[in-house]
């Protein structure tokens, strides 16, 4: 196939080929534009190998109408199918990210967490589709997309079920064995639980960086699915939880009937998990080898002929099926792997060992290629059969069990209004039970006239599409207009209304919404007012305005006044517009960091970055170090306002002269003729002396120790200042 042959080719008249982001099997991935509703979508088109193969495409067709009908956040979503002469394509959602493998190769072993986050969410999109009817059937990282939010799109719902049935050996079947379920190798009939096996896959590499089974060949791994005995994942990652390391192994079980019954089971395990990493879950109720298998780890891990087999690298815990309850970890003591039959006469049993070995091994080719090419194993009381549908009166057609059928209604010349026009699958088809049937109904010949459905309410996307499908050449113009209780995008009214008769190719007039109509007004004046009230007139606005609020630390303002605002005053104020208002939180205190011992431009940088003034410095003689703080005006640990004044005395060294020690004499000047007096004396700011004295006390002595020098003191009598005392300190001689 020609890939470039699309690009720059316009399919259908709508969608303009842009460039190859893709390639796989048995199709070509392109980025292209869709003019009509001016948006980027991913087309997959078929290789031109295919477009001979018309049964291939009626299931191309098919399967790709019902995976259309899939609509999940994590589920790349169909938008359009077309099989025509041109091509026969998808078109999808255009995803920007990259797959699960190779986010799984950048990052290596993944951490339980981000495991647990991945296959959460393609546990949600099995859910969705399996309550379609909906089976993958080729779940693996390869078809798992991560977006840049950390979300994850799973892709390619129903393409398995076509390569299944092909007539080739893709390469993308064998790149899918890695994750094929048990029952897939074996050709046995496929359900929602082999989706979870393969997830179970999924979440085991990721934990290990490393599939459950490797081999040489597609063959070999295939072999190994169907005889099961994965090591657990803690041999490689002893870091994984029990409780997660329990999920897997269940939904990875041999055995269909020991996994989880559904997506939604599994899921409730998970979110229980997520909820508590510590858990267990109880295990009870599995068949006996399925309870043996996992309630110990392997011993061997993929041993090669000659090399010993290793033990894990730690003990394991005892993995149970989940019913919700938590246990304590078990321990179960390992035995000693016996030595079999075939080992005790291996020396003497080379030869036949080798024929029966040869023997397999071709019995296995045989099976898997069986599988690879549509034969598989499924008997058939387990498969139903399609019914001849095509020319029955549809409203007279029986429920068929095991099977849904899906009504599309379409106007034929040739075929009676009712009657079934074609089926897919085909009459005679055996299918699994619950496969979709869809039936295309006639509604007649197309009639000169038709009356005009009502699309109000209904998408902009959804109305065109409708339209395009009557196959009646109609022409439709779009207007916009505001509303206020119509969503914007979707249908107010149309010209002509709802049961009005229209001709062949009338022109149709769609009046959109576009939300509520845009209103204006002045932004009014809220600064001073509280925030309470500059909220409530902005409500009276009645324009849904996003009202947002950031508290500011202001000294000059009281808290909880509004002090500015954006937009500002007078300025013009639109529908559903932000108004940030900024609210002072009055002044800011912080507690006071304890100084002493610092030195002092270290002491004022700190309380500067903490939102302090500077401080104001005194400096004394001192015993400290020079620029020592030896005293603080505020104490250390309390809330004090950050504008507030801080004073901090430094020391300037020894003075150099020794200290004096001296009794002072105040004289209390008649203070305390008449009534009890309480005196304070301050030297340098610094109280040296409290005292309260007795009516008719004429003076006070005080023991001081300063350097030599004039002292001055300040006498305060019952805290209030009263007068100043200068004392001389002399060097003693002897």
């Not at 309630?295 to 894990?312: D, I, R, W, Y």
């Not at 500077?614 to 015993?623: A, D, N, Q, R, V």
């Amino acid at each position: 196939m020609d890939h470039d042959k699309y690009i720059g080719r316009m399919l259908d008249n709508r969608y303009e080929i842009l460039e190859v982001i893709g390639t796989g099997g048995m199709a070509v991935v392109y980025k292209a534009r869709c003019h009509r509703l001016n948006r980027l979508v991913a087309i997959k088109i078929l290789k031109d190998d295919n477009l001979g193969d018309e049964d291939f495409r009626r299931r191309f067709h098919a399967e790709s109408q019902a995976v259309a009908m899939l609509s999940h956040p994590n589920i790349v979503s169909v938008y359009d199918v077309s099989t025509s002469v041109m091509a026969d394509y998808i078109v999808m959602e255009l995803i920007e990210g990259i797959t699960l493998k190779q986010y799984m190769k950048k990052k290596g072993v993944l951490n339980w967490k981000e495991t647990l986050h991945f296959a959460m969410q393609i546990a949600k999109a099995l859910e969705h589709a399996h309550g379609k009817g909906i089976v993958h059937r080729d779940i693996k990282p390869h078809n798992v997309m991560v977006l840049k939010n950390g979300s994850v799109k799973v892709m390619d719902f129903g393409i398995a079920r076509l390569i299944s049935k092909g007539n080739t050996l893709t390469k993308e079947a064998l790149g899918s064995v890695h994750y094929i379920s048990p029952e897939q190798a074996k050709g046995g009939r496929v359900d929602n639980r082999s989706d979870i096996y393969s997830l179970g896959v999924v979440m085991y590499e990721m934990m290990t960086g490393r599939p459950p089974y490797e081999g040489e060949s597609p063959v070999s791994v295939a072999i190994q699915h169907i005889n099961g005995g994965a090591a657990m994942p803690s041999v490689f990652n002893p870091n994984i939880p029990g409780g997660l390391e329990q999920i897997i192994m269940r939904a990875m079980a041999k055995s269909v009937a020991n996994r989880y019954p559904s997506a939604t089971r599994m899921l409730s395990d998970m979110d229980e998990f997520r909820k508590d990493p510590t858990m267990l879950f109880d295990y009870t109720g599995l068949s006996v080898d399925e309870a043996i298998r996992m309630s110990k780890p392997p011993l061997v891990l993929n041993p090669q002929p000659g090399t010993k087999p290793e033990t894990p690298a730690r003990p394991q815990t005892t993995p149970r099926p989940s019913t919700g309850r938590k246990t304590a970890p078990q321990n179960h003591r390992r035995r000693k792997p016996r030595r079999t039959q075939q080992e005790i006469r291996r020396n003497k049993m080379t030869t036949i060992a080798i024929v029966s070995c040869s023997v397999v091994a071709i019995l296995a080719v045989g099976i898997f290629m069986a599988i690879l090419l549509g034969g598989g194993f499924t008997p058939d009381e387990k498969l139903v059969t399609i019914p001849k549908l095509t020319g029955e009166v549809f409203d007279e057609l029986p429920d068929y069990a095991g099977l849904t059928i899906r009504k599309e209604e379409a106007y034929n010349d040739s075929v009676e209004a009712g009657i079934v026009i074609s089926q897919a699958p085909v009459a005679g088809e055996k299918v699994v039970e619950g496969s979709l049937v869809v039936v295309k109904v006639s509604l007649g010949s197309i009639p000169r006239v038709v009356k005009m459905t009502d699309l109000t309410g209904r998408s902009k996307e959804w109305a065109i599409d409708f339209l395009d499908s009557q196959d009646f050449g109609l022409k439709y113009t779009i207007k916009e207009e505001n509303h206020d209780s119509i969503a914007q995008g979707q249908v107010i009214r149309t010209e002509p209304k709802a049961g009005v008769e229209l001709t062949n190719g009338q022109s149709i007039t769609l009046w959109v919404s576009k939300g509520k109509k845009v209103q204006f007004s002045a932004m009014p004046d809220l600064v001073n007012q509280t925030e309470e009230q500059a909220r409530k007139t902005l409500n009276l606005q009645d324009m849904a305005l996003d009202i947002v609020v950031e508290e500011v630390f202001n000294i000059n303002i009281k808290a909880g006044t509004v002090m500015e605002t954006e937009p500002t005053s007078g300025e013009r104020l639109k529908t559903g517009q932000t108004v940030k208002l900024y609210v002072s939180k009055g002044v800011e205190k912080k507690a006071m960091p304890d100084l002493v011992g610092m030195e002092h431009t270290q002491a004022s940088e700190l309380l500067t970055t903490m939102g302090f003034k500077p401080p104001k410095i005194t400096y004394e003689f001192s015993t400290e170090p020079e620029n020592t703080v030896i005293g603080q005006s505020h104490e250390k640990g309390v809330e004090y306002e950050v504008h507030e004044d801080i004073v901090l005395r430094v020391s300037k060294g020894p003075s150099g002269e020794m200290e004096i020690t001296k009794d002072v004499v105040i004289d209390l000047k008649n203070a305390a003729l008449e009534d009890k007096r309480d005196v304070s004396v301050f030297r340098n700011g610094k109280i040296v002396h409290f005292e309260s004295v007795a009516k008719g006390t004429q003076s006070i002595t005080i023991e001081d120790q300063v350097g030599t020098g004039t002292v001055k003191y300040t006498v305060h009598i019952n805290g209030e200042y009263a007068w100043d005392v200068s004392e001389v300190f002399t060097k003693q001689t002897s």
